[in-house]
């Protein structure tokens, strides 16, 4: 199984803050928030439900008033490996990106993708369910970057972002055994 995330928008290199991994936090929300209404993965609702501990593992995390629901989680056994694809706005007549920093774009993509882990990670608080690829940014195997130019934004803080997460069975269990094998998206 994979999952394949996109972004476009501003993404601080050098200067990472909180909004930043904010506003790509809700980006992703809304792409997992859909993908969690098809058949393939409407798992992840199921076992986000408080009320089914006892027969399905818990997934849900509570930071903050609000609840956090990861797809990859070690409840459910399951891991992932991340093929990252960023392409970097360029200046008009400057095509060489010169000191535009990949390392830590990548660092703010791969904070936006995971749960927050305690209470001055969140912006807001209210009570309402959000949905992460991740637990924790531990659940992560592997990571390929490419970076490459984006001809339709001259700005060099703007990227596209393709995000593609290749879902793995860390150990196979009654309850994430319908997840497969993973397939191979790239």
């Not at 993965?41 to 009320?51: G, H, P, R, S, T």
């Not at 209470?119 to 924790?136: A, F, H, M, N, Q």
């Not at 490419?146 to 990227?159: M, N, Q, R």
Request: charged letters at 25%.
């Amino acid at each position: 199984m994979h999952i394949t995330l996109t972004y476009k928008g501003p993404v601080q290199g050098n200067a990472r803050k909180q909004s930043d991994v904010w506003r790509l936090r809700k980006s992703f929300h809304k792409q997992l928030y859909k993908l969690s209404l098809t058949n393939e993965f409407e798992y992840v609702e199921k076992y986000a439900n408080q009320d089914t501990e006892k027969s399905h593992p818990n997934i849900g995390i509570d930071v903050a008033n609000s609840r956090y629901v990861p797809f990859i989680t070690s409840k459910m056994k399951t891991r992932c490996s991340l093929y990252v694809r960023v392409f970097r706005g360029v200046r008009q007549y400057n095509p060489v990106l010169g000191n535009v920093d990949l390392d830590n774009r990548v660092k703010t993509l791969i904070d936006a993708l995971r749960a927050p882990q305690q209470i001055s990670e969140t912006k807001e608080s209210d009570g309402t369910v959000r949905y992460v690829l991740l637990e924790d940014d531990s659940l992560i195997d592997g990571i390929t970057v490419k970076s490459d130019h984006y001809l339709d934004e001259e700005d060099e803080g703007v990227v596209l972002a393709i995000i593609t997460a290749n879902i793995h069975l860390a150990h196979a269990t009654w309850a994430n055994m319908h997840l497969g094998y993973p397939s191979a998206p790239f």
